[in-house]
C-alpha cells in the first residue's frame, strides 16, 4: 500500500491514498487485494459549489449542531469527477445522482462550509484531515491521518473552508460490494473537529 501526497496551488491539498491491487508511489508497493484505492483530499475550494443534494448520498447529515469541540459543517455530499482536471490541477467535480459508482471512478465525498475555524497569531488557519475506507462489515481496509502536515496553513476567507474534500480511487478489478468513506477535517489552533461519513457502492 503506497501513500503520496500532493499539494496544489491556491491553499488546495490533494492527498492520494491507495488501496488496491499493486499500488506503487511513496515508499514502494504491495498487493492488498481487490479493495477499493481510498484518496483523501482536504481543502477548501475544489471545483464544485454544491446547491442540490445528490438523490441518495449515504450517511450524510445536513446540518451538524457542533458541541463543543467540533466544527460545524452545512451539509456531505457524494460527488464524481467529470474528467480532466483544470489548469489549476483541481479535479472537476459533479454532484453524484446516487452512491452508486462504476469500478474505476473515483468517488468524492465533499465538506460543504466546514467551520468556523480559529486564526492562528500569523493570520492564518491551521487544518489537517484523516480519511478512513471501510467496508460494509466495518473492517477498516485504509486508514491515513494527518495528511496535510505543513501544507494544512492557509488563509480561509470568513474562516470557513467552503468544500474540503476527501476521494476514493478504485480500480476496474476493485471488488463489487458497499464500502464506507470517513472524512475527518481538524482545526489544529481551535482544537475542534468534525467528521462525516457516506457509504457508497461499487458495482
Do not use: W
Not at 89 to 99: F, M
Not at 157 to 175: E, S
Request: net charge positive.
Amino acid at each position: 500500500m503506497n501513500i503520496s501526497v500532493s499539494t496544489f496551488s491556491k491553499p488546495l491539498l490533494l492527498g492520494t491514498l491507495a488501496l488496491g491491487i499493486l499500488v506503487t508511489g511513496c515508499g514502494g508497493g504491495s498487493t492488498v487485494g481487490n479493495s477499493p484505492t481510498p484518496t483523501a483530499s482536504p481543502t477548501p475550494s475544489p471545483t464544485p459549489s454544491p446547491t442540490a443534494s445528490p438523490a441518495s448520498p449515504t450517511p450524510s447529515p445536513t446540518a451538524n449542531p457542533a458541541a463543543e469541540g467540533e466544527l460545524k459543517v452545512e451539509r456531505a455530499v457524494l460527488a464524481r469527477s467529470e474528467g480532466t482536471p483544470g489548469p489549476d490541477g483541481q479535479p472537476k467535480l459533479k454532484l453524484a445522482e446516487s452512491n452508486v459508482f462504476k469500478r474505476g471512478e473515483s468517488v468524492y465525498l465533499i465538506l460543504v462550509n466546514v467551520g468556523k475555524f480559529k486564526k492562528g497569531s500569523d493570520g492564518k488557519h491551521q487544518l489537517d484531515m484523516d480519511v478512513e475506507v471501510s467496508n460494509a462489515s466495518g473492517k477498516i481496509l485504509l486508514s491515513r491521518k494527518n495528511l496535510l502536515k505543513n501544507g494544512g496553513s492557509m488563509v480561509l476567507p470568513d474562516d470557513i473552508a467552503k468544500t474540503p474534500y476527501g476521494n476514493v480511487d478504485t480500480k476496474t478489478t476493485t471488488q463489487a460490494g458497499t464500502y464506507v468513506m470517513n472524512v475527518t477535517i481538524y482545526d489544529k489552533i481551535g482544537n475542534a473537529k468534525v467528521t462525516r461519513s457516506a457509504e457508497f457502492k461499487l458495482e
